[in-house]
């Protein structure tokens, strides 16, 4: 058993949030992560800005006003440069980044990752490549992001469901031109379709209400083409998502350069959803093309596709099968298992 020692500075979260309320991406990851550890036999503690001390599925979460232990089996900073100056005695670091990984090379990041040399670990070979060869590092890996257990025991429909398309991510990436798409070419092809929009602001806690004037358009301008197909339902659990999913027939989004790995697009495929992309920095990674899905370039592309999957049974049955088959087999604790492999725990 080691003993690790996760921290993050970003927004207000617990072990609990994820079952409790939408959460983006890097924070569901983060927790994810860390039950895993756990669950492996590590000795777990987190330290960020959860608002009290309690241990939830066998890890302890602690505010990190309280303080960075110094020492550790194994130091996992989330994201941020300030964390790297913390817990100096680690035997072992690794710095999990989320995003494009330019930010790094700011020199408040450099000088830092120079100083401890981290080993840095991205979600991608597409995320992996956005961080240049000369730049500081003490070792870089590629880890996959596991899928939540919730999304990985989809059963085989023997039926092909309702033209009902989905979108479960941030509404700044992209869903205006979504909708666009949606309202010319898509739905005048499949009249009986509905795009069903999971997103808004509670998934991103205060910066999602720091980002709301620009947010708010978007999804107002969801909730107005109620006649064309649109339903705004907005962010949900995941528990709830998931029987949202198997009702569901595709999942339809862009993509966006920010993406560096995309868990509802993984997820959807995991829950047996053939999925629609554009080819956009990561995205073509997340589909086996043509058999669970495709990365397509442009808007007629996008809508032909779309409209392919809406709309014909024995390809939409054919596609279920492969996403089931091909794209659920990755979880949390193969991640964790990847952690510990970079770390010298095993």
């Known amino acids: 058993m080691a003993r690790i020692v996760m921290a ?3 927004i207000v979260f617990d072990g609990r949030t994820l079952e409790e309320r939408p959460l983006g991406g890097a924070e569901t990851s983060f927790i994810e992560m860390a039950n895993a550890l756990a669950a492996r036999g590590h000795d777990v503690l987190v330290c960020n800005k959860c608002e009290g001390e309690i241990n939830h599925r066998g890890v302890t979460w602690r505010p990190i006003s309280q303080g960075i232990p110094h020492t550790a089996d194994l130091y996992i900073p989330n994201r941020g440069d300030k964390l790297l100056k913390h817990c100096r005695g680690a035997k072992r670091m690794i710095f999990w980044i989320h995003n494009p990984a330019g930010y790094l090379l700011k020199w408040r990041y450099q000088w830092k990752l120079a100083w401890r040399r981290p080993t840095i670990v991205f979600s991608g070979a597409s995320h992996a490549g956005t961080y240049p060869a000369w730049a500081f590092a003490g070792g870089r890996e590629i880890v996959l992001y596991g899928l939540t257990d919730l999304f990985r025991h989809a059963t085989e429909r023997t039926q092909a469901p ?8 941030n509404p700044m990436r992209s869903l205006d031109w979504l909708l666009d798409v949606w309202e010319a070419r898509i739905r005048p092809a499949v009249p009986n379709a509905e795009l069903h929009v999971f997103a808004g602001i509670a ?3 205060a910066a999602g209400q720091a980002k709301a004037g620009k947010m708010g358009p978007v999804l107002d301008r969801a ?3 109620a006649d064309k197909g649109v339903i705004l339902r907005g962010p949900v659990p995941k528990a709830q998502l998931v029987g949202e999913l198997a009702s569901a027939r595709a999942l339809l989004y862009r993509g966006d350069i920010g993406e560096t ?3 509802a697009v993984a997820e959807a495929q995991a ?3 053939p999925i629609v992309l554009e080819d956009i920095a990561c995205m073509k990674e997340r589909v086996v093309e043509g058999k669970t899905g495709w990365a397509v370039k442009g808007p007629d592309a996008f809508a032909e596709k779309a409209i392919q999957v809406l709309a014909d049974d024995a390809l939409w049955l054919e596609m279920h099968r492969n996403c089931l088959t091909l794209q659920n087999a990755w979880g949390w604790d193969q991640a964790a298992a990847e952690f510990e492999r970079i770390a010298g725990l095993t």
């Open 8 to 10: 993050d500075d970003g």
């Open 162 to 169: 309702a033209p009902k398309a989905v979108f479960t991510s």
């Open 203 to 205: 998934t991103y806690g």
């Open 223 to 225: 909730a107005a083409l």
């Open 261 to 263: 790995f995309c868990s």
């Open 271 to 273: 829950m047996g959803l």
